[in-house]
């Protein structure tokens, strides 16, 4: 099986492009094709389940706290936004609901359960003590 059988040199270049222009130039350090195919369904995975948890958990907190649906709202107006043809422009504009997102990615992050971590010594933060060898999110 061969994932390329010709470079491609008419199109701007994606992840895929640079792996095997790589393996190319690198006769002895390549990837193997069921490597590269592993590693796009990792990459497509992750990316799902990231999208998904964000989307979910905004879903949530909208519902939780019904305010920030209202100043949401008043942003996308106050901007001029056209719902029915909303551009990535449109969306760039849109500061708190860029802040809302970011604060719903780092209270609901996925990466806690991707790669815990491990307390390599005992910690003391205020009146909580982190003992070594403990996991942390």
């Known amino acids: 099986m061969c994932i390329r ?8 270049k994606d992840l ?12 002895d350090d390549q990837l193997s094709d069921d490597e590269i195919i592993d590693t796009f369904i990792t990459l497509f995975r992750a990316g799902m389940g990231t999208t998904g948890q964000l989307l979910g958990l905004s879903v949530y907190y ?6 920030y649906v209202a100043r949401i ?15 990535i422009d449109d969306l760039n504009s849109l500061k708190f609901l860029e802040a ?9 992050t996925p990466m806690i359960q991707i790669m815990p971590r491990k307390a ?7 009146d ?8 942390v999110s």
Do not use: C
């Open 16 to 27: 895929l492009d640079f792996i095997l222009d790589y393996n190319e130039k690198n006769k």
């Open 62 to 67: 909208l519902w939780k706290y019904p305010e």
């Open 100 to 108: 809302f997102l970011k604060e719903v990615l780092r209270w609901g």
């Open 128 to 135: 909580i003590t982190i003992l070594k060898g403990t996991i």
């Open 73 to 87: 709202m008043d942003e996308a107006t106050r901007n001029g936004i056209n719902f029915d043809n909303i551009t």
């Open 120 to 126: 390599i010594a005992t910690h003391q933060l205020a």
């Open 5 to 12: 059988d010709s470079p491609t040199e008419d199109k701007r």
